[in-house]
């Protein structure tokens, strides 16, 4: 069974700080992956996709990736109350037919004032 | 504006009583598909579709039931609902199931089966 793992967290850390998220999976094959941010009660929306090795910047965020180690990351700098969600980490599956992406259990982030 | 559509976004109904939850895109997306989300279990996959008149099973879908007549619309069915199935419901769909392709996500159907 290919999996994603997160810690549930809470990450707790104080506005303007920088809240790093990690992810790892078991699939050596992945080749796409995604952060989507959760807000209590609501769909998940995607805010950061990562393909290649390496760091990504989209703004306030960074996702980086090493296809060596199976490990996936999500900086967030300058938190703000705003961020404190729940972060999802999904990976395409290599030649798993059917699942578009498996997802972690999500990381609870928590920003405070 | 492209979206995944679905209705309704809240529901209370009792044991046994046939539902339907309707699941909607105007993206042409070929893949679709049914999550539910539970406290400390994460997305699970019901169902999902890799076109028109094609459809399978994910990891959990007993009491469930799925149809795809047409690319848009992907309806999810529960037959005679029990209150394990009271959840958060997720309707996705990706343009194609494969690299680079993310799932965009509906509102959500929260379900209560008393």
């Known amino acids: 069974q290919k999996e994603v793992e997160q810690n549930s967290g809470p990450l707790s850390v104080p506005e303007g700080a920088i809240a790093s998220l990690n992810c790892t999976y078991s699939d050596r094959g992945s080749q796409s992956f995604f952060w989507y941010r959760q807000y209590s009660g609501k769909s998940p929306e995607l805010i950061m996709s990562?393909?290649?090795?390496g760091d990504k910047e989209d703004g306030r965020f960074t996702a980086q990736l090493n296809k060596a180690s199976q490990y996936v990351s999500l900086l967030i700098r300058d938190s703000q109350p705003s961020d404190s969600a729940t972060y999802l980490c999904a990976v395409n599956p290599y030649n798993q037919a059917g699942t578009a992406l498996i997802f972690g259990k999500g990381t609870t982030l928590s920003v405070s004032s | 504006e492209a979206q995944v559509t679905q209705n309704p976004r809240y529901l209370i109904t009792v044991t046994g009583k046939k539902l339907t939850v309707t699941c909607s895109q105007n993206m042409n997306h070929e893949y679709m598909s049914w999550y539910r989300q539970d406290p400390g279990l994460g997305l699970r996959q019901i169902y999902y579709s890799m076109n028109v008149e094609v459809t399978d099973k994910g990891d959990v879908p007993e009491g469930y039931k799925v149809s795809r007549k047409e690319k848009r619309n992907f309806p999810l069915i529960l037959e005679s609902p029990s209150p394990n199935q009271t959840s958060l419901y997720f309707c996705?769909?990706?343009?194609?199931?494969?690299?680079?392709?993310?799932?965009?996500f509906g509102n959500g159907t929260r379900l209560t089966v008393t």
């Open positions: 990562i393909y290649s090795n």
């Open positions: 996705a769909s990706s343009s194609r199931l494969g690299l680079n392709s993310p799932l965009h």
